[in-house]
Each structure stands twice: as C-alpha cells, then as structure tokens.
C-alpha cells in the first residue's frame, strides 16, 4: 500500500528552528512536496523534491533521501505566523500521476 | 497573483440530493484536481483531469462522482445522490504542465449533508 508519516504536532519557539520528518512507504516515487495549510484554508505550496539533497527557499528547507523514504522541512527563524499544519505529499506514477498527502503536521509557535 | 477560484464557499444540501461544486483554474494551467478533506483529516485525493479526460482517480472517486470541463474555463464536480459521509471540504487545484510544477489550490467549498 501506499503510505506516508508525519508526527502530528510540534511546537517551537518563535525564532528557534524546527525540523518537520515525513517517511513514505510507496510505489512508483515522482516526487515529494511540502504545502502549508492554516486551519480553514487551502493548502499553499511551499517546496518540491525529486532528487536526493537539499533545496533551499529563504526560511524554509526541504531534504530528500529517496532510498531511505525520507524528507524532512526545515523552517528557520520561525514566526508566530507559521503556525500552521504542514503537509507532507508524495506524487507517484503508473503513467499517470496521483497524490498522496500525510496526515500533515500541526506546528504551534510560541512566544 | 492568478489563482484558483471556488465557488460556492459553502453548500448545504439533504442527504440524496445531486450537488455540483464550480471550479475555475488558473488560466494557462492544463492539469486539474479535485480533492476532499474531512475535518481533522488528511487531503485525500479524488482525481485528476487532462487534455479533456480522466487521467486518474482514486477508490474514493466511485460512480457517485463524475466531473467536466463544460467551457473554457470552468471545472465542475459532480456527487449524485449525497450521502452524510460526504460531508467534507472539497479543494479543487491546478497546475501547469511539468513535472516540477506545483499544484494551486481553490479555498474549498465546505459541504454538509444534512
């Protein structure tokens, strides 16, 4: 089966830096994408990942290890404003691509 | 900024009735989405659309479910006969062609089966 795992809450301090893991047990990989979602509204993209390694993007991170089914976000100088859950995604292919989300991550960031 | 647009923000409909939730992407995108959440769960993905056909759904999307591109711009789903376990954000989304490309979301419509 096709599944994905994220911790369902953490909390950080304003100004620290936290990292959020996602493992992921599927089949045809094409590719992994983090989205922020606040509570009531849709799901913004934040970074994709398709090749091992890290992709950078101002405050926010992503990391791919592709043999070992792992990313994990970094988010950096973290802000009251990034709380909010964070969505781990992994696209997969059979000829067509479909997405699997996690069941996402609630970060609360204290003052 | 272009973005996805939903509309309506929040339907209510009786159980067995027939709901259309109207969706208009992004213009230049070609790939389409819809997905459903149900409150305090995941996104779950229900289909994909291109190139004016199905290219993929999930176990969720049954023959309850159907969606169309009716014009140039708009992209409906469709759920017939609603059921209380309907009840559940409906997101739709687009994105362009290209692997790396990533997807815009609506801000849902909320739908509750009464």
């Known amino acids: 089966g096709q599944n994905i795992d994220q911790p369902t809450e953490m909390t950080a301090t304003e100004g620290a830096i936290v990292q959020i893991n996602c493992t992921y047990q599927t089949s045809g990989f094409n590719g992994l994408f983090w989205y922020q979602q606040h509570a009531g509204e849709a799901p913004t993209f934040l970074s994709y990942?398709?090749?091992?390694g890290l992709e950078e993007k101002g405050r926010f991170s992503s990391f791919l290890s592709r043999s070992k089914g792992y990313s994990y976000l970094l988010l950096k100088e973290l802000q009251m404003k990034d709380s909010a859950s964070y969505l781990c995604a992994v696209r997969v292919t059979s000829g067509t691509y479909k997405y699997i989300f996690g069941t996402g991550t609630r970060l609360k960031v204290l003052a | 900024e272009p973005e996805v647009t939903q509309t309506p923000s929040h339907q209510v409909t009786q159980m067995g009735q027939e709901v259309i939730l109207r969706c208009v992407p992004i213009?230049?995108?070609?790939?389409f989405y819809w997905y459903r959440q149900i409150l305090g769960q995941k996104v779950e993905f229900l289909v994909s659309f291109y190139n004016n056909e199905i290219s993929e759904k999930s176990e969720i999307f049954d023959d309850q479910f159907s969606v169309e591109r009716p014009d140039g711009s708009n992209f409906t789903l469709k759920i017939r006969s609603t059921k209380l376990e309907d009840s559940a954000m409906y997101f739709c989304a687009s994105s362009e062609r290209g692997s790396n490309q990533p997807q815009h979301f609506g801000d849902g419509t909320r739908l509750s089966i009464l």
């Open positions: 213009s230049n995108h070609l790939y």
């Open positions: 990942n398709v090749l091992d």
